[in-house]
C-alpha cells in the first residue's frame, strides 16, 4: 500500500529488516522484482515461451554496479526476501540466473513454466530517459525500472516501479488507487506541529499516542513490541559483527574495516578522547555501515546509507544511562515519527534530495529519539529533531565508484555525534527555538529540488570524481 500520511507511517514501516548496502538501490529493486515475480505467475504456463529484460533507470543505471541492484533484482526473481532469505542466498543468486539461463515459475496450468533471463544480457543499464514507442519521456523518478515479460516476442506484462527511499517502492499507476485509503485514527496529525498539539492535547506520551493509532490500523501493541525488539536485536548483532570483522570491503576501492581495530583501541584506552567523551557513538556507527557496505543484515534506520546512527546512539545511551528495552523501543518508535514526517514533506532518498535526506534524516530521527529515551518533553524532541535537520541542509550524495562506502560510512560517524549533540541541547533547553521542524522540512525538500543533478547520487559530480 502507497502510505500518503505521516500518521499512517508507523515504526514498522521506517525499520525494516533487509541487507546492505542501499534501502534504495538494493532492497527497493529487490522488493519490487518480488512483487513482478509473483504477478507473472499469473501468466507463465508450462508450455510458453518466455523471456524477461529488466531495465534500470537514472540513479539505478548510474550507481546500481555499486550498490549490487542487479543482485539484488536477480534475488527478488527467485522470490528472495530481504528479510526472511539468508544473507548468502540472496548474494549467490545472480550466478545461479546466469548459469541456469533463467528461473522456474508456478504456471496457470498447474505445472512449472521456465523463463529465459540472464543478468549479464536481460538486465539493462539504460540511463535517464524512459523509452517508449512514442518517444522518450521524463523518468517519474530518479530510481525507476521497467520489468518486461516477453511471451513469443511480444509483451505478455510491463510495469514500471520506482524506489523511493527507505526500501518503500510504488509501482506506476497504483497510487491513484490507493488514494483514498484513509483510516479514522484516534489522533490523526500530517505535521510535526499537529503531533505536538494532540500529544499535549491527550496527555498522552508520544510514543503511546502511536501506539493507539497503530491499533486502529491493525497492528497490537504487544505485537509491535515484538517486532522492535526483533528489530533492535538485529542492529546489536549488526554492531557486534562489524566489531568482529576486519579486511577490506568489497567493491573495487579497497577500502579497510576500522571499526574492529577503533574499538579494540578504545577497550585499551589509547583513541584520542575530551572530557568523559570518546570515539564510542562514532565506531558502533562505522561498525553497522561497514556491515551494510559488505551486503550484511542490517535495518533501514531509515535507510541503508543512515543506517549507523540509531543503533550507534542507542547503544550508546543504553550503556551509559542503562536504559531498558522498553525505553529503547520508545524510542525508536518516536524517531519513526521523525522519520515519516520527512518521508512525507521531504524525502528521504539521497537520489531526489541528497544526503541530507539520508544522514539528515537519520540524525533527525535519533536526536528525538534519543530526547524521548531521557525524559524530555515534546517540545524538547522536536527541537532537537530540527536540529538534526538544520545542520545537515545541503548534503549531497556522491559516494566514489557508487559505492556505499566513501563518504558514508564516515558520514554516519559524524551524524552519530551530531544527533548526541543535538539531544544535550535541546535537553538544556527549555524546548523553545525559532526554526519549527516543519518550516526546515519545506526548506529541505526545496534545497532537494535546487540541488545540482550531479550531487544526487549520480556518479557524475564531487566525491564521486574521485
Not at 519513526?336 to 518521508?343: D, E, F, Y
Not at 524521548?372 to 530540527?386: D, K, P, S, V, Y
Request: aromatic share 6%.
Amino acid at each position: 500500500m502507497i502510505l500518503l500520511r505521516a500518521d499512517h507511517i508507523g515504526p514498522l514501516e521506517m525499520f525494516k529488516i533487509g541487507v546492505g548496502p542501499s534501502s534504495s538501490h538494493t532492497v527497493g529493486p529487490m522488493v519490487a522484482a518480488l512483487e513482478f515475480s509473483k504477478r507473472i505467475q499469473s501468466i507463465i504456463s508450462k508450455n510458453g515461451k518466455y523471456k524477461l529484460e529488466v531495465e534500470l533507470l537514472g540513479s539505478l543505471s548510474a550507481t546500481g554496479r555499486g550498490h549490487a541492484t542487479d543482485g539484488a533484482i536477480c534475488a527478488g526473481i527467485l522470490g528472495y526476501h530481504p528479510r526472511l532469505t539468508p544473507v548468502k542466498d540472496i548474494w549467490n543468486a545472480k550466478d545461479l540466473l546466469e548459469s541456469k539461463g533463467g528461473f522456474e515459475a508456478d504456471g496457470v496450468d498447474g505445472g512449472n513454466g521456465f523463463c529465459d533471463f540472464r543478468p549479464s544480457t536481460d538486465i539493462i543499464f539504460g540511463g535517464w530517459t524512459l523509452k517508449g514507442k512514442n518517444g522518450d519521456n521524463k523518468l517519474p523518478h530518479p530510481n525507476t525500472m521497467r520489468f518486461s515479460l516477453y511471451q513469443n516476442d511480444q509483451i505478455a506484462l510491463e510495469e514500471i516501479w520506482i524506489s523511493v527511499g527507505g526500501g518503500f517502492v510504488e509501482r506506476l499507476g497504483e497510487r491513484a488507487e490507493t488514494d483514498l485509503k484513509v483510516f479514522d485514527l484516534p489522533y490523526p496529525y500530517e505535521t510535526a506541529q499537529n503531533f505536538i498539539e494532540q500529544v499535549m492535547k491527550s496527555g498522552l506520551t508520544p510514543w503511546d499516542l502511536v501506539i493507539a493509532n497503530q491499533k486502529v490500523l491493525g497492528l497490537s501493541e504487544e505485537k509491535l513490541r515484538s517486532e522492535l525488539s526483533e528489530i533492535w536485536k538485529t542492529m546489536t548483532i549488526c554492531i557486534e559483527a562489524g566489531l568482529d570483522t576486519d579486511g577490506i570491503l568489497p567493491g573495487g576501492l579497497n577500502v579497510r574495516r576500522r571499526a574492529k581495530k577503533l574499538f579494540s583501541d578504545l577497550e585499551a584506552g589509547k583513541t584520542p578522547a575530551w572530557s568523559e567523551h570518546d570515539l564510542r557513538p562514532s565506531v558502533y556507527a562505522m561498525a553497522v555501515n561497514e556491515e551494510n557496505a559488505a551486503g550484511g543484515r542490517v535495518v533501514t534506520a531509515p535507510t541503508n546509507g543512515s543506517s549507523g546512527l540509531i543503533p550507534a546512539v542507542w547503544r550508546t545511551l543504553q550503556e551509559r544511562q542503562n536504559l531498558d528495552e522498553t525505553t529503547l523501543q520508545n524510542g525508536l518508535i518516536v524517531a519513526s515519527v521523525i522519520g515519516a514526517l520527512v518521508k512525507v514533506h521531504a524525502s528521504i532518498s539521497g537520489a531526489e534530495v541528497g544526503c541530507q535526506g539520508e544522514v539528515g534524516t537519520s540524525c533527525a530521527m535519533a536526536a528525538g529519539g534519543a530526547v524521548a529515551m531521557l525524559g524530555g518533553n515534546i517540545n524538547q524532541i522536536e527541537q532537537a529533531a530540527e536540529i538534526g535537520i538544520e545542520h545537515h541542509l545541503g548534503m549531497t550524495c556522491d559516494p566514489i565508484m557508487g559505492l556505499v562506502q566513501v563518504p558514508c560510512i564516515e558520514r554516519n560517524a559524524m551524524g552519530a555525534v551530531k544527533a548526541l549533540n543535538a539531544a544535550a541541547l535541546s535537553l538544556a533547553s527549555d524546548g523553545q527555538h525559532l526554526v519549527s521542524l516543519d518550516k526546515v522540512l519545506s526548506v529541505m525538500k526545496q534545497t532537494g529540488l535546487d540541488m545540482n543533478h550531479k550531487y544526487k547520487e549520480t556518479s557524475t559530480g564531487g566525491l564521486a570524481l574521485g
